[in-house]
T-cell receptor, first 111, second 115 residues
Framework: DQQVKQNSPSLSVQEGRISILNCDYT??????FLWYKKYPAEGPTFLIS?????DKNEDGRFTVFLNKSAKHLSLHIVPSQPGDSAVYFC??????????FGKGTRLHILP | DVKVTQSSRYLVKRTGEKVFLECVQD?????MFWYRQDPGLGLRLIYF???????EKGDIPEGYSVSREKKERFSLILESASTNQTSMYLC??????????????FGPGTRLTVT
């Protein structure tokens, strides 16, 4: 059973617009959530994270929102740029230092 | 900057061969991880280690083993490679403590093809 779900395998967004990537989780013991970005033939790179005690974290063009009651988080990218085209993985962690990854969403930024 | 390096970017092996994938990190991290990434399946944890000579099974350990003789080095071993082990293999490390302890740093990956 998937503990971290990214239900959209791909997403296309016009350059300059907002990209919204969604993620749902099932385990209420998760207390830390992360987003990773991955280009082809490279390892994932950490993008942004949020602790379960917060509902929003912002870093430049990237904002992560956490809705604990709905067990849902989202990543907002605004404005979207061509270099944002990549696969984005949502991930969650409990207290054992392991990270559970979603299956990823491929984001295409259209010119 | 944290640097995680993997011994090979691309590797082609024959069915039945013993395969070693090496990973080295230079940030004195306690935790090290091996994942495989397959299309539509995301990243799946194979094995991880919290300390030297210590290992724990992840979600898909079958057909794999690991070795951690030194803190900075974590090796993944395919005892007898099979075609269903063709995949992208990713090594990661993280610190045991501190505000960034949840964040894992990944190597560039090894694309393994078993023929």
């Amino acid at each position: 059973d998937q503990q971290v779900k990214q239900n959209s395998p791909s997403l296309s967004v016009q350059e300059g617009r907002i990209s919204i990537l969604n993620c749902d989780y099932t385990n209420s013991m998760f207390d830390y959530f992360l987003w990773y970005k991955k280009y082809p033939a490279e390892g994932p790179t950490f993008l942004i994270s949020i602790s379960s005690i917060k509902d929003k974290n912002e870093d430049g063009r990237f904002t992560v929102f956490l809705n604990k009651s709905a067990k849902h988080l989202s990543l907002h990218i605004v404005p979207s740029q061509p270099g944002d085209s990549a696969v984005y993985f949502c991930a969650a962690s409990g207290r054992d230092d392991k990270i559970i990854f979603g299956k990823g969403t491929r984001l295409h930024i259209l010119p | 900057d944290v640097k995680v390096t993997q011994s090979s970017r691309y590797l082609v092996k024959r069915t039945g061969e013993k395969v070693f994938l090496e990973c080295v990190q230079d940030m004195d991290h306690e935790n090290m991880f091996w994942y495989r990434q397959d299309p539509g399946l995301g990243l799946r944890l194979i094995y991880f280690s919290y300390d030297v000579k210590m290992k724990e099974k992840g979600d898909i350990p079958e057909g794999y083993s690991v070795s951690r003789e030194k803190k900075e080095r974590f090796s993944l071993i395919l005892e007898s490679a099979s075609t269903n082990q063709t995949s992208m293999y990713l090594c990661a490390s993280s610190s045991l403590t501190g505000p960034s302890s949840y964040e894992q740093y990944f190597g560039p990956g090894t694309r393994l093809t078993v023929t």
